[in-house]
């Protein structure tokens, strides 16, 4: 079941994302400034790239759980477009119905298989824009007032406050190769 979130402004109420659907988290800066009442907010659903990296759990998740739907939706949409064609061939008007859900099926197989491709035909482009977002995100880091307001909402920026606060090795993510 698809889960669509609206996000607000936390002092007026404005909503700045209606009904998104899909993963929420996002990469870059989490402190926004409300549009509507000028006031500053953190959106805890976006991550600092140089904390988190593109490449974590959240992310193997993401494929593990895309990975297994395809295993599943594959051979639904096999079954549904033959046995549609087959019911509709012996003049059973259900047959309809299973070929419209194989159809749609097909289609977003075919768009999932489609933005896959396509990732891996821009990765250049893709790895260069997360560099540049890491080596921005890199930047906020080293400013110590903003990692004093990151950490009362983010742990990982809490970590790196106290290890810096402590004098200790800092740790980031890996920067995008």
């Not at 997360?130 to 742990?155: C, F, G, T």
């Amino acid at each position: 079941m698809a889960t669509y979130v609206t996000k607000k402004c936390p002092h007026c109420g404005y909503a700045y994302q209606f009904m998104q659907g899909g993963d929420q988290r996002k990469y870059g800066c989490p402190y926004k400034i409300c549009e509507r009442c000028n006031n500053p907010y953190w959106d805890t659903d976006i991550k600092e790239p140089a904390l988190y990296g593109y490449e974590n759990l959240h992310e193997t998740m993401e494929s593990v759980s895309q990975g297994c739907t395809l295993f599943i939706c594959i051979p639904f949409g096999i079954i549904a477009l033959f046995g549609g064609i087959y019911l509709l061939i012996n003049a059973e008007i259900i047959g309809i119905f299973l070929l419209a859900l194989g159809g749609i099926n097909t289609y977003i197989i075919c768009s999932y298989l489609k933005r896959k491709k396509d990732e891996i035909t821009n990765r250049d482009e893709i790895i260069k824009t997360q560099q540049k977002e890491y080596d921005e995100s890199m930047k906020r880091l080293q400013d110590i007032n903003y990692l004093s307001r990151l950490a009362k909402v983010d742990s990982l920026a809490k970590k790196l406050l106290e290890e810096r606060k402590n004098g200790e090795l800092e740790h980031y993510a890996e920067r995008p190769q």
